[in-house]
Antibody, heavy 120, light 110 residues
Framework: QITLKESGPTLVRPTQTLTLTCTFSGFSLSTTGVGVGWIRQPPGKALEWLALIYWDDDKRCSPSLESRLTITKDTSKNQVVLTMTNMDPVDTATYYC????????????WGPGTLVTVSS | QSVLTQPPSASGTPGQRVTISCSGSSSNIESNYVYWYQQLPGTAPKLLIYRNNQRPSGVPDRFSGSKSGTSASLAISGLRSEDEADYYCATWDDSLGGRLFGGGTKLTVL
């Protein structure tokens, strides 16, 4: 059974750096074709894809946020970390991590999400 | 405003068939697979359709997907009250070099 869970601060000050950790179980990020991604959703708004890291350490980031995002993995700890610099109130959102399935080419299991508020 | 355009709302009565559209362009929908998600209130999204028209195991065959040119559609037949949710299309965009989600469609079961 695949499970994922996001963890990190619930409140971030403007200009600070956000660090979120996705801790997962039920799969290995060293398995061919597997990936873990991050997606966010501002309150009452649509989903927005942020970043994806693959089993081979290939990384993809949203072009509009690429300069602010870093995604890394620690296969031994079953964790993926997303950092986002220079946080702004418009970055207030629920942040999800998700398992990218080799079979479906897509995010088939998601964490429950964590709400991050950016406010002074 | 999303690159992938979905109607903000849709509705139907129990038992009806409802379709939700997703309009894009040659750099996204036309040249890549389309995926659909269902998001029930207060929960994480759930994958409904992958590779245009395939259902993951456990997804009822009441849900179907299709694609033609720069547009895609999700159809829900035999509408049920538990289908009331937000629905999102998703695909890759070759020009932007990133993954896109549509703006979402809120489905109401009357």
């Amino acid at each position: 059974q695949i499970t994922l869970k996001e963890s990190g601060p619930t409140l971030v000050r403007p200009t600070q750096t956000l660090t979120l950790t996705c801790t997962f179980s039920g799969f290995s990020l060293s398995t061919t074709g597997v990936g873990v991604g991050w997606i966010r959703q501002p309150p009452g708004k649509a989903l927005e894809w942020l970043a994806l890291i693959y089993w081979d350490d290939d990384k993809r980031c949203s072009p509009s946020l690429e300069s602010r995002l870093t995604i890394t993995k620690d296969t031994s700890k079953n964790q993926v970390v997303l950092t986002m610099t220079n946080m702004d109130p418009v970055d207030t959102a629920t942040y999800y991590c998700a398992h990218r399935s080799y079979s479906y080419d897509e995010f088939d299991q998601w964490g429950p999400g964590t709400l991050v508020t950016v406010s002074s | 405003q999303s690159v992938l355009t979905q109607p903000p709302s849709a509705s139907g009565t129990p038992g009806q068939r409802v379709t939700i559209s997703c309009s894009g362009s040659s750099s996204n929908i036309e040249s890549n697979y389309v995926y659909w998600y269902q998001q029930l209130p207060g929960t994480a999204p759930k994958l409904l359709i992958y590779r245009n028209n395939q259902r993951p195991s456990g997804v009822p065959d009441r849900f179907s997907g299709s694609k033609s040119g720069t547009s895609a559609s999700l159809a829900i037949s035999g509408l049920r009250s538990e289908d009331e949710a937000d629905y999102y299309c998703a695909t890759w965009d070759d020009s932007l070099g990133g993954r896109l989600f549509g703006g979402g469609t809120k489905l109401t079961v009357l």
